[in-house]
């Protein structure tokens, strides 16, 4: 190893040098993302759902449909909560005079659908979109087609058939009734607190806008062929009638409670199928093992940087 080292022209020194430099920079941001997420899952304390504050909280509980209504993951067509869905097609190159093989992502989709937490007491809205999902129902299977044929896998197929097929099938899923814990943003969506009856009024007058024949059908009482300021005034008068029915209603509708995104950046929002103890072990694993693959090619670099520097003095 000593003498490959010494051996290396200038151009190949700095290249590996830069690789190893690199790969430092890459394992230390790993460890800190890691060890940064375990901190926060272990330092914020699990609110209830009846009573968590607005903000930045986590929550338990277990994952429902929204009104009975099923998400259909789009390659498996099973019944689920969250999907992550990928195809890939292999292709055959050489390089080097020898001939390898390579998958290509072909087709991705994250799934952005709610979906319901429940306590067993209280429930509120998830919106998975952005999250950091840790689900452990995995499917992979394989087909000759880019969209697959087969539908309704339950289980996955021996790396065997991908030597027959030209295509893999990879799905991700949060199926219903399974243990969720989240960690999010959450707040508190009320209706009238989103829209004042002016802002209703002012929707209602840019849809009636929308269709300039039928405006002047309902409001042009002289029929000259345009609305006038007195028409108009009329128009305003019965949008603002029609806004306070619409708002009148609004107001009977209850709040909705919602875990979602953090606006701020610095904070992860996860949802993970394996509970919290398990997921803190897994980002503490994860962060240890960054941390020894960063000591152990900084003493690497160090390693290539004295015996190059010592066979240039030699």
């Known amino acids: 190893m000593n003498i490959l080292a010494a051996e290396l022209s200038p151009e190949e020194y700095q290249f590996v040098f830069g690789a190893l430099l690199l790969a430092i920079l890459i394992s230390f941001y790993l460890f800190v993302r890691n060890w940064k997420r375990l901190r926060i899952i272990e330092d914020t304390p699990t609110a209830k759902l009846r009573s ?26 099973h019944p689920c909560l969250w999907y992550r869905s990928l ?18 992502v072909v087709y991705k989709n994250n ?10 007491v209280s429930s509120c809205y998830v919106d998975p979109d952005d999250a950091e999902v840790n689900g452990n129902e995995k499917l992979i299977w394989y087909g000759n087609t880019e969209w697959p044929t087969r539908t309704q896998i339950l289980e996955s197929q ?22 969720l814990y989240i960690l999010g943003q959450f ?22 806008k929308q269709d300039q024949q039928a405006l002047r059908n309902r409001f042009d009482t002289n029929k000259d062929g345009k609305i006038d300021q007195e028409e108009w005034e009329f128009a305003r008068q019965m949008a603002q009638s029609e806004a306070q029915k619409i708002h009148d ?12 995104k953090p606006r701020n950046a610095a904070q992860p929002f996860i949802i993970s199928v394996y509970p919290q103890a398990l997921l803190g072990q897994k980002y503490r694993r994860n962060a240890f093992m960054s941390l020894a693959t960063c000591i152990i090619l900084i003493c690497t670099i ?11 003095n030699s």
């Open 111 to 120: 799934s952005d659908h709610r979906f319901k937490l429940t306590d067993g």
């Open 187 to 208: 707040s508190t969506w009320s209706a009238t607190a989103q829209q004042s009856a002016k802002d209703v009024m002012i929707n209602l007058i840019n849809e009636w």
């Open 249 to 260: 209603q609004l107001v009977l509708e209850p709040d909705s409670n919602i875990i979602a």
């Open 52 to 77: 968590a504050h607005q903000g930045y909280i986590e929550l338990e509980g277990k994952g429902q449909f929204v009104d009975d209504q099923p998400i259909y993951a789009p390659l498996s067509n």
């Open 87 to 104: 195809i890939e097609q292999q292709e055959s190159f050489t390089e080097n005079g020898r001939t390898q093989t390579r998958w290509n």
């Open 158 to 179: 021996s790396i065997v058939n991908a030597m027959t097929n030209n295509y893999r099938y990879s799905e991700w899923l949060i199926l219903p009734g399974q243990p």
């Open 302 to 312: 160090a390693w290539l940087v004295h015996v190059h520097g010592y066979s240039v």
